[in-house]
């Protein structure tokens, strides 16, 4: 059973809502999400917000919070938690590559998530610089942070 297989059974065996807030990975995770089974039925769904000022107005990040963060990857999966009114919310933030962004190297991934338990987070360190590896990596991270919550 691959990862979206057992995310869908096990939201759908708890019952749960879940909701994605995404920046690096640019509504790939939503897309992923969205061919399990039933998704209608569990998965919420997102925003999508690359722009600085799209995750301060619409997500509330608190202004100044560097955006390669594991304060911005939790602030992000609180805020579309509560926007969107969901039990797991997970959050892909950081940089994709080929190159280094505010002193962040590329690879450098924070997956946030909040449910009722609190907020927390998950940084990877991704040995490459080529944006599609760090893309599809974050997406099975944040598959794995799910399920974890789902737990």
């Known amino acids: 059973m691959d990862a979206v297989e057992a995310l869908a059974q096990r939201a759908q065996d708890r019952g749960a ?5 995404e920046s690096l990975t640019c509504g790939l995770l939503a897309s992923t999400i969205g061919k399990g089974e039933s998704a209608q039925e569990w ?6 917000c690359y722009a600085l000022d799209v995750k301060e107005r619409v997500l509330g990040l608190e202004p100044g919070t560097d ?3 594991p304060e911005c990857a939790e602030q ?3 805020g579309v938690r509560q926007l969107i009114v969901a039990d797991v919310a997970v959050s892909v933030t950081g940089v994709g590559g080929p190159q ?3 002193g962040h190297p ?5 997956v946030g998530w909040a449910d009722d338990a609190g907020t927390g987070h998950r940084m990877l360190e991704l040995d490459t610089d080529d944006p599609g590896e760090v893309l599809e990596a974050s997406v099975d991270a944040a598959l794995e942070v799910f399920l974890e919550r789902l737990a």
């Open 106 to 110: 590329a690879g450098t991934v924070y």
């Open 67 to 69: 955006p390669c963060s």
């Open 100 to 102: 280094p962004s505010d």
């Open 76 to 78: 992000l999966a609180r």
């Open 43 to 48: 998965f919420a769904g997102g925003v999508v």
């Open 17 to 21: 809502r879940l909701a994605v807030a």
